[in-house]
């Protein structure tokens, strides 16, 4: 048994306790939730505001008055039910931290310490990553967007039609939490495949040879997970190329460090075979002396 298989037997439990630590680890989990949950819902109005910022940024980009932005909404639970799905969107990204590092506990016994010491800096990355894409969306994507749909207003006393923008508070809210969880799901994409690649079940020969369609995919995905106009598209599908890149120069580095450590190991190897077979001869060459007698 390697010193390997022997840290894997010592952390090996029977199958009730691995369902009572996961019973306890889902508890910690929900607790976390709710309490950031409540503490979202109960500032759900000023947050709200928060969301509304980029709107007013891309009235004034848009040459109108940012401090008459106007949302409605039509029915009288409306914007009740949408101070709950802030508060729960909310809940989840703030207690995610929490929900991972929960989850992180949970698997941790059953990986080799190697394993571990790999896992860490994704667990890391990923909310960081994820802030990322959710920053770029809120100081940038959601003012180009709201932007593109205020320029087909018809507005002023010149035109025959007034026609203008006054968006529901759950349209404007699923709009911008769609935008913020594609975008963040798509500043995952280097860790996962960093991850695959490190585990070995991807190689980047294989990523490379799929680049084609990885930029077909990334349209086609944005055209879905975005709404129906080219700015949010293109927005979201070059971010995914440029990270689908940064993906494969990661995963190159990865394994050059991987072969370079492959071939440390190998010499080492090749140097302790010599050094073993150069005593046998010796100690052949001294038994025939002894046997050969003297002329």
């Not at 060459?285 to 002329?295: F, N, Y």
Request: charged share 15%.
């Amino acid at each position: 048994m390697t010193a390997q298989d022997d840290e894997i037997e010592k952390s090996a439990a029977p199958l009730l306790d691995h369902l009572i630590e996961l019973r306890s680890r889902l508890i910690w989990s929900l607790v976390g939730f709710f309490v950031a949950f409540l503490f979202c819902f109960f500032f759900a109005k000023q947050l709200f505001n928060l969301l509304v910022l980029p709107f007013q940024w891309a009235t004034a980009w848009a040459g109108l008055d940012p401090t008459k932005v106007d949302l409605i909404y039509t029915a009288p639970q409306e914007f009740f039910f949408t101070q709950i799905k802030l508060g729960m969107f909310g809940g989840i990204v703030l207690a995610f931290p929490l929900i991972a590092t929960q989850l992180y506990k949970f698997v941790a016994p059953g990986l080799y310490r190697n394993e571990r010491a790999a896992f860490l800096p994704f667990l890391i990355a990923s909310p960081i990553l994820f802030l990322i894409g959710a920053a770029l969306v809120y100081f940038f994507f959601t003012p180009m967007v709201m932007w593109f749909f205020l320029a087909m207003q018809q507005v002023g006393p010149d035109q025959e039609i007034q026609i203008s923008l006054l968006p529901r508070v759950s349209e404007y809210l699923g709009l911008i939490m769609t935008l913020i969880l594609a975008f963040g799901l798509v500043f995952q994409l280097p860790v996962v495949t960093t991850l695959l690649v490190r585990v070995g079940l991807l190689q980047v020969d294989t990523l490379v040879s799929k680049r084609r369609w990885a930029i077909v995919i990334a349209f086609v995905a944005a055209a879905v997970l975005t709404p129906p106009d080219p700015v949010s598209q293109i927005g979201l599908a070059l971010p995914t190329i440029l990270l689908y890149e940064a993906s494969i120069f990661i995963g190159r580095m990865i394994e050059k460090k991987r072969a370079a450590e492959q071939a440390a190991r190998d010499a080492e190897l090749e140097g302790e075979a010599p050094a073993k077979a150069g005593e046998s001869p010796e100690a052949g060459e001294s038994k025939e002396s002894e046997g050969t007698p003297a002329s």
